[in-house]
Each structure stands twice: as C-alpha cells, then as structure tokens.
T-cell receptor, first 118, second 113 residues
Framework: AQSVAQPEDQVNVAEGNPLTVKCTYSVSGNPYLFWYVQYPNRGLQFLLKYITGDNLVKGSYGFEAEFNKSQTSFHLKKPSALVSDSALYFCAVRDSNMFSGGYNKLIFGAGTRLAVHP | ETGVTQSPTHLIKTRGQQVTLRCSSQ?????VSWYQQALGQGPQFIFQ???????GRGNFPPRFSGLQFPNYSSELNVNALELDDSALYLC????????????FGPGTRLLVL
C-alpha cells in the first residue's frame, strides 16, 4: 500500500535559520509527491510538487524540496525561516492505483507543525 | 487564494441528521475531490468526481455520497450523521481527471452533537 510518513510532530526553529520538515514515502512505481501548508482555520495551500526531473524542486514562498529516490524521502526545506512560516505542513503522495479505491487520490501524512520563534 | 469556494463555512448538526456541503471548483477545472480532516490528522480521501461521474472512492460508508454538476461544482451529502463525522471537510479541484495539481478550498467545519 502506498503511504507517507512525517516522523516529526513538531519542528522548532529560530527565525533566520534554515528549516527542514521531513517526509518519507512508500509507493509502487514512480512517486508523485506534494507539499501543502495549512494555516489555522484554513484549507490547504499548495507549495510544490515533484513529478519527474530535477531532484531539487522550488516552490512558493521560498520553499524547496529535495527528492531522494534511494532514501525514499522528500524533505521540505527553506534557507531562512520566517515567523509567518509557522503552520501545519503536509506531505502527500498521489495514489494512481485505480484498484486501491481512488484514481489520483492524494494520500497525506499526519502533518508536522512548524514553529518559528523570533 | 485558489478560486475554490466552499459553503457553508461552519455547520452544527445533531446525530442522525443529514447534511449537504457545497464546493465550486476553480475555473477550468473539471475534477473535484473531497477529503475529511479529523482534528489532529491529515486529510482522508472520500471520493472524486470527474465530468459528473464518480471516479474513485476511499474507505467511507455509502451514507457519504456526492454529485457533480455540469458546471463542475459539487456536493457532498452525509446521511445519518454520527459523532465521528465531526471534521473539516475539504474539497479540491483539478484538471485532467485528477492528474493535475489539486487546489483546495477553505473547508467546511462540521460539528455533530
């Protein structure tokens, strides 16, 4: 079964420092990976995706993610964190197995809360 | 903002009642997916509609049903509400039978008492 794991419930970082939010995945076939961010009482906002190509993907608001096939990871990074980056971050993989109940459904991790301190 | 809208924003129902949630997709998108996000968890896929047909379904009982209209807007209906149905319900629109990026609306928060 295809799955996503976010091993950290919370990540704390000081403003101006680099941040990393970790994600590992398990899929059959080529992975289509996504990062979304959720602010309090809001829906999910798309940050970036990996479909194919360069292992370093650049997205919105200065975020980037590094795809590592050998480690089955897709970690979200930002060189310099802002207090306004504090939010809940979700990694997701697209399940394209039409026999698993959802063609092109997204399977989400449990989320990682990022807290950026001044 | 994504251009995906949902109504209502909040809803309170009692156990056993029925509820209808609505979603308007982003212009140019023909696929709508619905997710349930319980408190403290990641979103769980309910089902997806592509050109007015159900295109995939997650592990939810038949009392969760949906519709998609010719303008690609969508409804999620839940019958016989249970306390565990309390959650944030998110819809996402995309193009190309769901192969495109899914853009989410703000969600409807449902509380079942």
């Amino acid at each position: 079964a295809q799955s996503v794991a976010q091993p950290e419930d919370q990540v704390n970082v000081a403003e101006g420092n680099p941040l990393t939010v970790k994600c590992t995945y398990s899929v059959s076939g080529n992975p289509y990976l996504f990062w979304y961010v959720q602010y309090p009482n809001r829906g999910l906002q798309f940050l970036l995706k990996y479909i194919t190509g360069d292992n370093l993907v650049k997205g919105s608001y200065g975020f980037e993610a590094e795809f590592n096939k050998s480690q089955t990871s897709f970690h979200l990074k930002k060189p310099s964190a802002l207090v306004s980056d504090s939010a809940l971050y979700f990694c997701a993989v697209r399940d394209s197995n039409m026999f698993s109940g959802g063609y092109n459904k997204l399977i989400f991790g449990a989320g990682t809360r990022l807290a950026v301190h001044p | 903002e994504t251009g995906v809208t949902q109504s209502p924003t909040h809803l309170i129902k009692t156990r056993g009642q029925q509820v209808t949630l609505r979603c308007s997709s982003q212009s140019g998108h023909n696929t709508v997916s619905w997710y349930q996000q319980a408190l403290g968890q990641g979103p769980q896929f309910i089902f997806q509609y592509y050109r007015e047909e159900e295109n995939g379904r997650g592990n939810f009982p038949p009392r969760f049903s949906g519709l998609q209209f010719p303008n690609y807007s969508s409804e999620l209906n839940v019958n016989a509400l249970e306390l565990d149905d309390s959650a944030l319900y998110l819809c996402a629109s995309s193009s190309g039978q769901g192969t495109g990026t899914q853009y989410f609306g703000p969600g409807t928060r449902l509380l079942v008492l």
